[in-house]
């Protein structure tokens, strides 16, 4: 149409868009909140707008990250802030009839839904506690990996100071130890049904050499499996018992510590099993912000990033 985009952008931002008029625009850098949006399940998490700033985000699940998604979004993870804000802007009467709030296991969304939220049952998202014990998988996994780096340097300078060709050792599959350790990543995470031919090869060379590891990827397993199966609270409760009983056994210290945190979140993440309710709605809603800020090729003007992704989603 022949229209300069810069002068567009201003003119959309200085009248067509009517942010100058915005009743929120005084403190939407700090937070922004519709109440009339709140419904009887709610997602809350974080997400990064721009230079790492972190902003929590809440979201009703019924809309399903379309138009009037958008509850709140508060600057920061500080409950005690948000908390006050909260109370602030809606009513007793709104807060009560929220039902069931998902949320990771991060203590400061714990606090906020507590305490803005009396009525609601609060499901720590079963996600986030199968990707920890898949990172306690991987934290072993790095642990031998460095220790083969360590070998094979180790190796290399006694070959170069004898005089010889250094020709690290390599198994029938192709990898040396180095290279096994590296490629058998993306295997660990996947259930072991969902193996190629050529993983499930390199995963049996991993295993026989590094039992510790199989024994690790055993144990997240055996949690896929508790998740993925169609079971009542109380069968979960007796499932997890054994699987605590397991990494009692293992001894392995990353698996102890994700029993303690498990123990120390029981009661949320046995509340998954009797709606196997997920923050898949906040996760979903946190990857469209992502791409509407790339679209913006970053975010240079917070207040009307925010302005533009409300006008859609609140």
């Known amino acids: 149409m022949g229209v300069n985009g810069r002068n567009f952008q201003r003119q959309y931002k200085n009248k067509l868009s009517n942010y100058r008029d915005w009743n929120q625009k005084e403190h939407a850098e700090d937070y922004l909140v519709y109440p009339k949006n709140i419904g009887y399940n709610l997602s809350i998490d974080e997400t990064a707008l721009s230079n790492g700033e972190l902003y929590t985000i809440l979201t009703n699940k019924a809309k399903k990250g379309k138009k009037r998604s958008i509850v709140g ?50 499901v720590i998202d079963r996600f986030h506690v199968q990707k920890l014990a898949c990172d306690a998988v991987q934290e072993l996994r790095i642990k031998h990996r460095w220790d083969a780096i360590d070998l094979d340097n180790k190796q290399h300078k006694q ?115 009797n709606s196997r309710s997920t923050n898949a709605a906040a996760e979903s809603f946190n990857a469209k912000i992502k791409e509407f800020r790339r679209q913006f090729r970053g975010v240079s003007d917070v207040k009307f990033f925010l302005f533009r992704l409300t006008k859609i989603f609140a």
């Not at 948000?82 to 949320?103: A, H, W």
Request: aromatic share 12%.
């Open 73 to 122: 979004i508060f600057k920061g993870t500080q409950a005690g802030e948000i908390i006050k804000i909260i109370k602030e802007n809606f009513s007793g009467s709104q807060r009560r009839m929220v039902k069931e709030v998902t949320l990771d296991m991060a203590g400061s969304m714990n606090l906020i839904v507590q305490k803005c939220f009396p009525k609601a049952t609060r």
């Open 159 to 273: 070959a170069k100071k004898d005089g010889k060709e250094y020709k690290p050792f390599t198994f029938e599959n192709g990898d040396t130890m180095k290279q096994l350790l590296i490629r058998s990543r993306h295997l660990l995470f996947k259930p072991m049904h969902k193996w190629t031919e050529s993983q499930e090869k390199r995963a049996n060379i991993l295993f026989s050499n590094y039992p510790d590891i199989e024994q690790a990827y055993d144990l997240s397993h055996q949690l896929y499996l508790i998740y993925s199966r169609d079971m009542t609270a109380p069968v979960a409760m007796t499932h997890l018992a054994r699987w605590f009983n397991q990494i009692e056994i293992s001894d392995i210290p990353s698996f102890q510590v994700l029993r303690r945190t498990v123990e120390a979140h029981y009661q949320n993440i046995i509340n998954f099993f």
